[in-house]
């Protein structure tokens, strides 16, 4: 015990606790006595550590802070700092903060291996692999020390936006966004869309083909669109459609399609999502629309936009072409089949009798 820290008269008692902390082997109940004697050092501490390229990082750890994260009651701070055995601790050799930072959360996977596994596959571990340092490991999401790092999908939500700043920004203004702040709303969250931990690449063909049911785990479903008068057929009426029909046979394992096919998010936007409301009362819906459908049908006159029949289920009123064609089929295919089924009868019955 010949630190620095030792000499001062003030940390005299303090290094007497971290040599018992040392002397003894803990066992589960001495937990909060082995931190407190790294925080006896650590609450308030001001020293830092340094790192190659100049930068510096200090060493002050909140004990109330500790106190209210979700490890407190359950982990040492030695099972995730292993190789800190007494004081001198080992030398610290990076070349820089983020280097050091991406080492220290290797800890993570000793106790959450299933959550590492996970986490393999996801964009953000690839681009690591790759070398962009920039991309997050566990701690950037849950930190480590504080009662923020409790899996909170809201308080995550800000650390992505931390790093995807602009579209944190555009999502704010967002029909989803804006209900964030409502006590009621039951909006998505960067990672009701994406996930947590096995993000997947989303400019991947795959991933739009499929993306329409990202919105149908909550706009198909009655309970969680209670309260906002929103429509629960939007999805039914999607898939019924031309295009809704090809995504979700692509969805259904038919490989990828060779170009695009409209989904939710062609037409409504993803991050910037706006209601159509006021487009609808304003008549300019047509002009609006119209928009969206060129991004794909290329020269499409303005009327090339009613071909989409809206969310409501078709009725005489709107479309009577589709629905006198579906009422067609309702009544000629049960017809077809019933001849066909007479027809083997009456084929049966004069080979029996009649022979
Ligand atoms: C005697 C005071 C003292 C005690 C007790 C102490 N530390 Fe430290 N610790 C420091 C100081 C000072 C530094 C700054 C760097 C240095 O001087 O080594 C530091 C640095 C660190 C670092 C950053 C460097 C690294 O290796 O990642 C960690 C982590 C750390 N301590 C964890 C702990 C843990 C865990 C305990 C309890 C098992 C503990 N400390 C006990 C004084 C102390
Ligand atoms: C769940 C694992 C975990 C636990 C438990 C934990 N730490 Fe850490 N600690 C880390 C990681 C990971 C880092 C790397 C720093 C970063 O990403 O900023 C770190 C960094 C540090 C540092 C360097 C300064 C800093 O802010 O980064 C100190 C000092 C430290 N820990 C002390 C402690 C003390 C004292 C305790 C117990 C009260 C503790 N740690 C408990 C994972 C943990
Ligand atoms: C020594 C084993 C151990 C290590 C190492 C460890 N954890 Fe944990 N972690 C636990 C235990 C035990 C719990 C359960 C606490 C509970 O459910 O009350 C937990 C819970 C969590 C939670 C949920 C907390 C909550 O209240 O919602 C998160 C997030 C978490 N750990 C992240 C991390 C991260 C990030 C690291 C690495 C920096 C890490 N853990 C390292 C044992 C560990
Ligand atoms: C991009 C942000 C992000 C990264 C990176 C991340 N997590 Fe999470 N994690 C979350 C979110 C958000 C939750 C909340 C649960 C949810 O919505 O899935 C969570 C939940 C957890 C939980 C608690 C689950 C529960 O139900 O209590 C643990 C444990 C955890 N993560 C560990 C890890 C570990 C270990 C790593 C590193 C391999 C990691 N996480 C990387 C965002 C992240
Ligand atoms: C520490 C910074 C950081 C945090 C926190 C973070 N990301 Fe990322 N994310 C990145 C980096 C870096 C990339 C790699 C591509 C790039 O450079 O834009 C990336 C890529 C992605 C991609 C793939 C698309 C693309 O542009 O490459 C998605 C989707 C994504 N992040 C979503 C999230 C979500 C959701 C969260 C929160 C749960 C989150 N990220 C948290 C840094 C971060
Ligand atoms: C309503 C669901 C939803 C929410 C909420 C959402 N995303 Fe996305 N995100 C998507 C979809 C769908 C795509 C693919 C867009 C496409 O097909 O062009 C995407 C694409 C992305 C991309 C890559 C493409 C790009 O534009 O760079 C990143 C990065 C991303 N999201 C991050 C975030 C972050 C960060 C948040 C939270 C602020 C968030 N997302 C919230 C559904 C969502
Ligand atoms: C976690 C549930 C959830 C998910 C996932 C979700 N939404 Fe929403 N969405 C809502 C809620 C709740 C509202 C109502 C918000 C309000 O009025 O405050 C809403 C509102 C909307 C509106 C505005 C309708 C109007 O005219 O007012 C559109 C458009 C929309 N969502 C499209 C989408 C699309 C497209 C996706 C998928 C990319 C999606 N949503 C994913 C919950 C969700
Ligand atoms: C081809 C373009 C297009 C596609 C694809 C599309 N929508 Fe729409 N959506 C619209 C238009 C235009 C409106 C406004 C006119 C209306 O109410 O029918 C609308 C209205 C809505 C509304 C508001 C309904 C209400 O009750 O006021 C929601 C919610 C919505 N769409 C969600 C979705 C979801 C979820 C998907 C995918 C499953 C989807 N949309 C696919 C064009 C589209
Ligand atoms: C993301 C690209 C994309 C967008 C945006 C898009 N479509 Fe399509 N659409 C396609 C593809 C690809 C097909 C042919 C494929 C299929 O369904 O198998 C198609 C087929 C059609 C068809 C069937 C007849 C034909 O031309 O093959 C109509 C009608 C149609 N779209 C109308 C619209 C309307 C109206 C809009 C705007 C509201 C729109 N589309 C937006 C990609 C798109």
Redesign the pocket.
């Known amino acids: 015990m010949n630190s620095p820290l030792c000499t001062i008269p003030r940390t005299i008692a303090l290094c007497v606790a971290a040599g018992l902390l040392w002397s003894s082997a803990a066992t589960a109940g001495d937990i909060e006595d082995s931190n407190s004697a790294c925080l006896d050092c650590h609450d308030g501490e001001e020293s830092a550590i340094h790192f190659a390229d100049g930068a510096t990082l200090t060493v002050g750890i909140s004990a109330d802070a500790w106190k209210k994260s979700g490890h407190a009651a359950e982990v040492r701070c030695k099972d995730c700092h292993a190789a800190i055995k007494d004081y001198p601790h080992p030398a610290v050799n990076f070349p820089t903060k983020r280097a050091y930072q991406l080492d220290r959360a290797q800890s993570c996977k000793r106790c959450h291996y299933a959550y590492h596994t996970k986490a393999q596959d996801s964009i953000h571990a690839k681009e690591l692999a790759k070398g962009n340092q920039k991309a997050p490991t566990c701690t950037d999401c849950h930190g480590m020390h504080n009662e923020a790092d409790k899996a909170d999908r809201q308080a995550v939500t800000l650390r992505c936006g931390s790093c995807h700043a602009k579209i944190s920004a555009q999502y704010a203004q967002s029909v989803h966004g804006e209900g964030w702040g409502k006590a009621s709303a039951n909006v998505p969250m960067c990672v009701d869309c994406h996930g947590a931990h096995a993000i997947l690449d989303p400019r991947k063909a795959a991933f739009h083909t499929r993306s329409?049911d990202i919105?149908?785990k909550c706009?198909a479903d009655a309970e969680k669109m209670a309260g906002t008068?929103?429509?629960t057929q939007?999805?039914e009426t999607?898939l019924d459609d031309f295009?809704?029909r090809s995504n979700e046979r692509y969805a259904q394992g038919a490989g990828t399609p060779g170009k695009p096919i409209?989904?939710?998010s062609?037409?409504?936007g993803v991050h910037d999502i706006r209601?159509?409301?006021a487009a609808?009362k304003n008549g300019t819906?047509q002009s609006e629309?119209i928009v969206?459908c060129r991004k794909c049908h290329k020269d499409a006159p303005p009327a090339f936009a009613d071909a989409?029949l809206?969310?409501?289920p078709p009725t005489l009123a709107t479309a009577p072409l589709v629905v006198l064609i579906q009422w067609g089929y309702r009544v000629l295919i049960p017809l077809i089949m019933a001849g066909l089924v007479l027809h083997i009868l009456l084929h049966l019955w004069r080979a029996r009798v009649h022979r």
Request: glycine share 6%.
């Open positions: 329409w919105c149908s706009h008068g929103l429509s939007v999805v999607y295009h809704g409209a989904t939710c062609d037409c409504h209601s159509f409301r609808k819906l629309v969206a989409w809206s969310h409501e």
